[in-house]
């Protein structure tokens, strides 16, 4: 992270009203914008016309690559420690025990972002043809079955697919309208997008403020709320069908790392232990491994009591391709 936090400050002057965006990327809306609490070195703006949050300047595409080096992918792309990663198989199984139930035989779907395609490992297994696209890795590890493509590179035929799936990969995009412009034309008319992302708008991120988790900047330049959200979706041609906001994936970590964040004042080291890329003395480690598992109850408790009342740190959206003519 500390790469990261240094790369970016030479781009991004904190004193310079230059760096205040002309016009919204996602809806063009002229301003002006209302900065909101962010990490040293990042600026964050607020869209009154949209609703969206986000991440102003943008880092340049060479500087992107810099953000997803091996510490981020893992070595073979494997993220974390295996104990952790026992439990992300788990819920994996879990998510495709949902996405299933939107296909029918004979039906294609396609994971972007797949990492390292356990949901399509689930779907070729369930007799589905699946396809998986995900960012070319700077260390090179290529997983059987994933094309290592852009989406506009895949160059996939019209209304071929029955579900796409976009999980937290829409706030890494440099431009989130192209894309679901895409997925649009490639979906057969109501066929069906499942999509995630971190809710802005939830209590988890609006109690941590500047040290919520799930802001991970540079990598997420978008934050949305559940209307600014459905508001993008409708604008392109989606209707929302199912919008919840409990991840068990997500939320329970978002919320302990969040409070880690906030207590120790260093982003993130806790979760740089847990995926095996912490380099501060084993001493430091223990007292956040120690602090992290007293916390680790509250925190699920917590996670819990927010996804209960609709107020969890994940939106997870279940959206249907409208036809040309449905769209007002
Ligand atoms: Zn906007």
Request: charged residues 20%.
């Amino acid at each position: 992270m500390q790469n990261i936090l240094s790369t970016v400050s030479e781009y991004t002057d904190l004193s310079s009203s230059s760096n205040a965006p002309r016009a919204c990327p996602v809806c063009a809306f002229g301003g002006p914008f209302a900065s909101r609490p962010s990490p040293e070195g990042f600026h964050l703006f607020e869209c009154s016309g949209c609703g969206v949050v986000f991440l102003f300047p943008l880092p340049s595409e060479s500087q992107l690559a810099s953000f997803y080096d091996e510490a981020y992918y893992g070595e073979e792309r494997r993220k974390f420690l295996s104990p952790v990663e026992i439990g992300i198989a788990a819920l994996s199984s879990l998510k495709w025990s949902r996405l299933q139930s939107l296909l029918s035989r004979g039906d294609r779907m396609l994971d972007i972002g797949c990492g390292r395609g356990a949901l399509l490992r689930f779907a070729r297994n369930a007799g589905f043809e699946a396809y998986g696209i995900e960012r070319p890795s700077p260390v090179g590890h290529a997983v059987p079955g994933v094309l290592y493509k852009s989406l506009p590179e895949c160059n996939f035929p019209d209304n071929h697919f029955q579900l796409v799936v976009l999980w937290h990969v829409l706030e890494h995009l440099s431009n989130p309208v192209a894309t679901l412009q895409e997925i649009h034309r490639i979906l057969k008319p109501g066929g069906w997008l499942s999509l995630a992302v971190p809710n802005y708008g939830g209590a988890q991120a609006r109690a941590s403020g500047r040290h919520w988790f799930h802001l991970d900047l540079p990598r997420h330049f978008w934050h949305f709320r559940r209307s600014s959200l459905e508001a993008l979706l409708a604008r392109n041609g989606f209707r929302v069908s199912n919008c919840a906001t409990m991840s068990l994936e997500y939320d329970w970590y978002g919320t302990l790392q969040s409070w880690m964040n906030r207590a120790f004042h260093d982003r993130n080291r806790l979760y740089a232990v847990l995926k095996g890329s912490e380099t501060n003395p084993v001493s430091k480690n223990l007292f956040r491994l120690t602090a992290a598992s007293v916390l680790a109850v509250p925190a699920l408790a917590s996670a819990l009591w927010d996804a209960a009342r609709g107020d969890g740190g994940t939106l997870t959206v279940t959206a249907q391709k409208l036809a040309p003519e449905q769209v007002s």
